[in-house]
């Protein structure tokens, strides 16, 4: 380990003066010296927390905070004349939690490095060839374009896309219902978040899962398990 590295590595916590990369240089910006707290492998965020953030969904605001040393939406809040929390808002906000979470990365939190032998933090701005993260409010060409690559795929209109973390599990319940010899519908139906959805809707999942490669191809030799009983 460097010297550099074994600074930011004992780095508890405090005061980060921050840079900016700029060109070939680096500024620092004086008004944005502020506590951070270490979160992940070299890197910080803001000790002000939690942060609330607009969900996107008018009279919903996203709560974000650390947990288990990561950022991650901690809870939803339904402000005065917003709708009711449910099932159908929480399915909403699914793939705008994840994009939420990337804008309030690049705003909230730095990437730790050494200056004139002291810990600081430096902005998540820097081009993708560059190996490190995005700021999501950048207008450069080169970085608006992977921002694109980055967004959550577009569904139909009024139906948010499937997350990776939602087909991750809908592989999870198929190879299940698979070992128990049980439907896809019976073994969705003894999950909260999974009851209450058609047939059909449950067999396109498994197509979605099988499309990203969380599941193999149909192997025609091995009859899938059926979506009900009767199938």
Same mark, same amino acid.
């Given at each position: 380990?460097?010297?550099?590295?074994?600074?930011?590595?004992?780095?508890?916590?405090?005061?980060?003066?921050?840079?900016?990369?700029?060109?070939?240089?680096? @500024? $620092?910006?004086?008004?944005?010296?502020? $506590?951070y707290t270490p979160i992940g492998d070299g890197w910080a965020i803001r000790a002000d927390r939690p942060f609330?953030?607009?969900?996107?969904?008018?009279?919903?605001?996203?709560?974000?905070?650390?947990?288990?040393?990561?950022?991650?939406?901690?809870?939803?809040?339904s402000d005065d004349g917003g709708p009711a929390i449910g099932a159908g808002l929480l399915r909403r906000l699914?793939?705008?939690?994840?994009?939420?979470?990337?804008?309030?990365?690049?705003?909230? @939190?730095?990437?730790?490095?050494?200056?004139?032998?002291?810990?600081?933090? $430096?902005?998540?701005?820097?081009?993708?060839?560059?190996?490190?993260? @995005?700021?999501?409010?950048?207008?450069?060409?080169? @970085?608006?374009?992977?921002?694109?690559?980055?967004?959550?795929?577009?569904?139909?209109?009024?139906?948010?896309?499937?997350?990776?973390?939602?087909?991750?599990?809908?592989?999870?319940?198929?190879?299940?219902?698979?070992?128990?010899?049980?439907?896809?519908?019976?073994?969705?139906?003894?999950?909260?978040?999974?009851?209450?959805?058609?047939?059909?809707?449950?067999?396109?999942?498994?197509r979605r899962a099988r499309k990203r490669e969380k599941l193999p191809p149909v192997d025609r030799s091995t009859?899938?398990?059926?979506?009900?009983?009767?199938?």
């Amino acid at each position: 380990m460097t010297g550099d590295e074994d600074l930011i590595g004992t780095w508890e916590g405090g005061t980060l003066r921050v840079f900016m990369p700029l060109g070939h240089e680096t @500024v $620092e910006i004086e008004n944005l010296a502020r $506590e951070y707290t270490p979160i992940g492998d070299g890197w910080a965020i803001r000790a002000d927390r939690p942060f609330p953030l607009p969900s996107g969904i008018p009279g919903v605001t996203l709560l974000y905070d650390l947990r288990d040393g990561r950022l991650a939406c901690v809870a939803v809040r339904s402000d005065d004349g917003g709708p009711a929390i449910g099932a159908g808002l929480l399915r909403r906000l699914e793939p705008l939690i994840l994009a939420k979470g990337r804008v309030l990365f690049a705003s909230h @939190v730095v990437r730790l490095v050494v200056r004139d032998g002291v810990v600081g933090g $430096e902005l998540p701005f820097a081009r993708p060839s560059a190996g490190r993260f @995005v700021n999501f409010a950048e207008p450069n060409a080169d @970085v608006t374009e992977e921002a694109k690559k980055r967004e959550p795929p577009k569904g139909r209109p009024g139906r948010p896309p499937l997350s990776d973390a939602r087909l991750d599990r809908v592989a999870e319940l198929y190879r299940e219902a698979r070992l128990q010899g049980i439907s896809m519908a019976e073994r969705c139906g003894k999950e909260k978040e999974f009851r209450g959805y058609s047939h059909a809707t449950i067999r396109n999942w498994v197509r979605r899962a099988r499309k990203r490669e969380k599941l193999p191809p149909v192997d025609r030799s091995t009859p899938d398990p059926p979506t009900t009983k009767e199938d």
